[in-house]
């Protein structure tokens, strides 16, 4: 079930009047509601991954409840490495084991010998590197001895499972989720209306910038090789647009959702593309995700207390542990050397906290420096991205050759109506002006329902709901379902 489907539409107002007009007085039935709603979402999409999402949950509960149960250090560690295991076992299993069995038998023809490895021929299960992660996090963080096992099943089921998060975040922390989960809701009309514009705000990113993107940045990235290099640039930035309104509508619209049920999530998405530097862009893109990997890996592994050697190190390898999270593919990996390349100088000067607060704050424009750092990182930013959507490493190197060309001077060519690929660049434009304007709050459009001017509003609203239903056509599915 996809957030921009007609079934979801059906499916989301229902459970509402269920769980605030029928359920209102009883948490514990409000709870139970929600899990058995997340478990049927899910089940949509594919009803027999519901054993290992089933089981995934039932591990960590018990293997957490052991480690609140004993103080010895050798037990503790005993269920915290069988839990972290088997979760990462099967994320391994589903995710990696052909990547690893292909590059292996690649690696032995490359010797001279044939090898004919055994591949699972099963699909990826949806949204299964975001419910690990918040499994993980939350035995971690017991083991650690941070927070307590939750006793509830119902209340834990439910912080792995909200049905918003699930298949695509944001990756949330037991420590933020589950006493908002134990705690009883009140109906916030306030909360609900700022969760409502946050939706539309999603969908409107999502079929109208990014899934009107993906057709071109499809196309071009296909036929990379018959496509001058200045399409080719097009085709990048077609791209950089589509992935970053694609996640980050998912992301509005989960947060909008979980607020029409009374809980906030974690954010994910700060205007990563007004960033003046790499870091200042990791600090503000998928959010959930890079802070995970600090708290539970670059952090443990010395973060950059140690000298120049250990930082270097931990950057590396967070950033690629990072990429392989995205996918199993070689090009994931260079994507995110890439990034550790391009943050390295950073790191290495100490410069990596200079940017902090969002860029021109209280001001309509930037500096002319503000301006260029920007128009700079984005460009390295987009570069990356070229990796990150290839099929291959070649793929990359040609599509990247080819930019780098005569022809990257030359008109860029147009298989698709002139005026439709004008269209395109002209919402995207409009949507980065609404974004600027907006990007001192937690998303771009969450002050209008502050103006004064009711029929401005509804003006604005009305023009937003009409752009959606003009573009949107046949669902598309969100990107990172696929990791």
């Known amino acids: ?46 009803w027999r991954f519901m054993f290992l999402l089933i089981f ?41 084991y ?21 591949t699972l021929k099963v699909i990826l299960p949806v949204g299964i590197s975001f419910y690990t992660f918040h499994g993980l996090s939350y035995v971690i963080d017991i083991y650690k001895k941070r927070i307590n096992a939750e006793r509830n099943i119902v209340d834990y089921a439910l ?108 954010r994910n998405f700060a205007f990563p593309y007004f960033s003046r530097d790499i870091a200042e862009f990791w600090r503000r893109w998928h959010i959930s995700l890079s802070s995970w990997f600090r708290d539970y890996l670059y952090i443990p592994l010395g973060g950059s207390k140690g000298g120049t050697w250990e930082k270097v190190r931990n950057t590396f390898i967070i950033f690629l542990v990072s990429g392989f999270w995205h996918g199993a593919n070689w090009t994931f990996i260079a994507w995110g050397f890439l990034n550790a390349l391009f943050i390295m100088p950073s790191i290495l000067f100490n410069t990596n906290r200079n940017n ?11 500096t002319l420096k503000e301006f260029l750092n920007m128009l700079l990182t984005f460009s390295l930013v987009v570069f990356a991205w070229i990796f990150f959507r290839a099929s291959s490493l070649s793929d990359a190197t040609n599509y990247i050759s080819r930019i780098f060309s005569g022809s990257l001077f030359t008109i860029p060519q147009f298989d698709a109506n002139r005026l439709e690929v004008l269209e395109t660049m002209i919402l995207i434009l409009i949507f980065l002006v609404i974004e600027w304007n907006g990007r001192e709050n937690q998303y771009a459009i969450a002050k209008l329902g502050k103006l004064k001017s009711r029929g401005y509003r509804l003006a604005f609203y009305f023009s937003i709901i009409l752009l959606i239903f003009l573009f949107m056509g046949r669902e598309q599915q969100f990107i990172y379902f696929q990791f």
């Open 159 to 266: 912080f792995v499972s909200f049905f918003p998060l699930l298949v695509a975040g944001p990756i949330e922390r037991a420590t933020h989720l589950l006493p908002q989960v134990k705690r009883k809701r009140i109906f916030d009309y306030t909360l609900g209306v700022d969760g409502l514009r946050q939706i539309l705000w999603g969908l409107f990113k999502k079929a109208v910038i990014a899934d009107q993107c993906s057709v071109y940045a499809n196309t071009i990235f296909a036929n990379s090789h018959i496509y001058s290099g200045s399409t080719l640039v097009l085709g990048a930035l077609f791209f950089t647009f589509q992935i970053y309104c694609d996640f980050s509508g998912y992301s509005d619209i989960a947060l909008g959702v979980a607020k029409l049920f009374g809980i906030e999530l974690l």
């Open 356 to 366: 902090l607060e969002i860029v021109a704050k209280g001001k309509s424009l930037p």
């Open 1 to 46: 079930m996809l957030f921009n489907s007609v079934s979801f539409a059906i499916f989301l107002p229902g459970v509402f009047i269920l769980y605030w007009f029928v359920l209102n007085k009883n948490l514990k039935l409000q709870n139970i509601l929600l899990l058995v709603a997340s478990y049927f979402f899910y089940a949509c999409w594919d």
């Open 98 to 118: 052909n990547f690893f069995a292909g590059s292996f038998s690649e690696a032995i023809s490359n010797l001279g010998f044939y090898v004919s490895p055994w």
């Open 56 to 96: 995934s949950t039932l591990l960590d509960y018990f293997t957490g409840i052991k480690m609140s149960e004993t103080e010895k250090p050798g037990k503790r560690k005993f269920w915290f490495w069988l839990s972290v295991s088997i979760n990462l076992g099967f994320l391994a299993v589903f995710k990696y």
